[in-house]
C-alpha cells in the first residue's frame, strides 16, 4: 500500500477500534461516562465516532473513485453494487441469527418468526451509509471539482434545513416531539420497523429512528466532506502542505459549525447541519495530525495494529454485531453480571471485546487478507 494511504488507514482503524468499544459495554447501566452519547443536542466523544466512520468511507472514495472520468455504466454499476452490498450486509448484521432468540414457546416455529419479521428493524448504522455512499458517489462523480462539490454539500445542508423546519411540529423542528424526521420514518416503513429507544417527556415510546432517511441528505455531507479532505491526500504536494491544508479546513468546518448552532443545535440522532460541519472538522484534525506522525515523523510502524483494523473495517463491524449477539442472545451469557458493577468494570469488558477483533484483524493482516463488498 502506497504511504500517502498510511495515515488514513490508520484514522479509519481508531474509529473502527471506537466503534467496538463504544456498542459493546460490559453493562449498558454502567457506560464508562466519555463513552456515553448525548441525550439529545450536545457531543460528546462517542458522538464522533460514526462520523468519523462515514467522513473515512468519503475519503477513501477519492481513492476508489479516481479510476472513473465521470458517471458512466461501468461506474454508476459500482457504485449501486457497493452500496447494496453494505445495505445488505447491515440488514444481515441486524436479522441474526435470523430467528427471534426470545422466541415464545406457546407460538409455532412459524408463528414467532412471524412476530420476529414484524418488528424487525430496517435502518442501522450500515444502512445508513450506504445510501450516502451511493448518493455522495454519485455526486462526485457528476460535478468533479471541489467548488461544484462544495455547492452541493450547501444545497444539501439547506434542504435538509427546509424540510425540518416547514414540516416542524409546534415543539420546534429540532426537538424529538416536533421533528419530522420520525414522522417520515414511520410513514415509510411503519412503526414496528423502527428504531422504539427513545422516549418522550411523558415517557411514551417515541418511534424515532437515529439512522433514519431524512438524515441520508447531511450524511452524504459528511461524505463529502471527507472525498474533498481525500482529495487533498491524492495530491503530488508534500506531507506539510496537505497537513497545512487539513488544519485549514478544519479550521473553517468548526467555525462555520459554532455559527450555525446558533440557530441549529449540535446534534446526532438528528444528524443536523451544525453537526456535520462539527464533526467533520474534528475528522479533518484528527486526521491531519495522523498524518503528521506518519508522513512527517516517520511513526507508521508503532501504529501497525490500528492499520490492521484499518484495512477490513466492514468485515470487522459486522464480526462485532454476529459477536455480540452470539454472546447475548445465542449463548445467552450474562456479561453484565461480571462487568457491569462500576463503569470501569464495563470498560474493561469493551477493551477484551475490542482485543479479540484487534487479533483477527492481525491475522488478516498478517495473510494479507481485505474483505470487500
Not at 515523523?297 to 501497525?304: A, E, L, N, V
Amino acid at each position: 500500500m502506497k504511504k500517502r494511504y498510511l495515515s488514513l488507514d490508520i484514522f479509519r482503524g481508531l474509529t473502527v477500534a471506537l466503534m467496538i468499544i463504544v456498542n459493546n459495554p460490559g453493562s449498558w447501566s454502567n457506560i464508562f461516562p466519555p463513552l456515553r452519547h448525548a441525550e439529545w443536542n450536545g457531543c460528546t466523544p462517542t458522538d464522533l465516532v460514526f462520523p468519523f466512520f462515514l467522513f473515512c468511507v468519503g475519503t477513501s472514495m477519492a481513492f476508489a473513485l479516481s479510476k472513473f472520468e465521470g458517471l458512466n455504466k461501468e461506474s454508476l454499476g459500482k457504485i449501486f453494487r457497493r452500496g447494496a452490498g453494505i445495505f445488505l450486509v447491515g440488514l444481515g448484521i441486524h436479522a441474526f441469527p435470523f430467528y427471534p432468540t426470545w422466541a415464545d414457546p406457546d407460538l409455532t416455529i412459524w408463528q414467532n418468526w412471524l412476530a420476529w419479521l414484524h418488528e424487525f428493524r430496517v435502518f442501522g448504522v450500515l444502512q445508513r451509509i450506504a445510501l450516502c455512499y451511493v448518493t455522495a458517489s454519485v455526486l462526485a462523480l457528476w460535478l468533479k471539482t471541489p467548488k461544484k462539490i462544495l455547492s452541493s454539500i450547501a444545497v444539501l445542508s439547506l434542504a435538509h434545513i427546509v424540510i425540518q423546519l416547514a414540516f416542524a411540529g409546534p415543539e420546534g423542528a429540532f426537538t424529538l416531539e416536533g421533528s419530522i424526521a420520525r414522522h417520515i420514518d414511520v410513514a415509510l416503513v411503519g412503526e414496528s420497523h423502527v428504531y422504539n429507544g427513545y422516549r418522550f417527556a411523558d415517557g411514551s415510546v417515541a418511534y424515532f429512528d437515529p439512522e433514519g432517511l431524512l438524515g441520508v441528505l447531511t450524511g452524504s455531507c459528511t461524505a463529502l466532506l471527507g472525498y474533498l479532505t481525500g482529495g487533498i491526500l491524492r495530491g503530488e504536494d508534500e506531507a506539510n502542505s496537505k497537513i497545512v491544508r487539513l488544519y485549514s479546513m478544519a479550521a473553517v468546518s468548526l467555525a462555520v459549525s459554532q455559527i450555525i448552532s446558533i440557530w441549529i443545535p449540535i446534534n446526532k440522532p438528528l444528524w443536523s447541519v451544525s453537526y456535520v460541519f462539527y464533526t467533520g472538522g474534528w475528522a479533518m484534525l484528527v486526521l491531519a495530525f495522523i498524518t503528521w506522525m506518519v508522513e512527517v515523523k516517520g511513526w507508521s510502524r508503532c501504529f501497525t495494529p490500528l492499520k490492521a483494523l484499518g484495512m477490513n473495517p466492514l468485515a470487522l463491524f459486522a464480526l462485532s454485531g454476529i459477536l455480540a449477539k452470539t454472546i447475548g442472545g445465542i449463548l445467552g451469557w450474562n456479561v453484565a453480571s461480571v462487568f457491569g458493577a462500576n463503569e470501569y468494570l464495563s470498560l474493561l469488558y469493551a477493551l477484551v471485546f475490542l482485543s479479540v477483533h484487534l487479533l483477527v484483524a492481525m491475522i488478516l493482516y498478517k495473510k494479507n487478507i481485505v474483505i470487500k463488498v
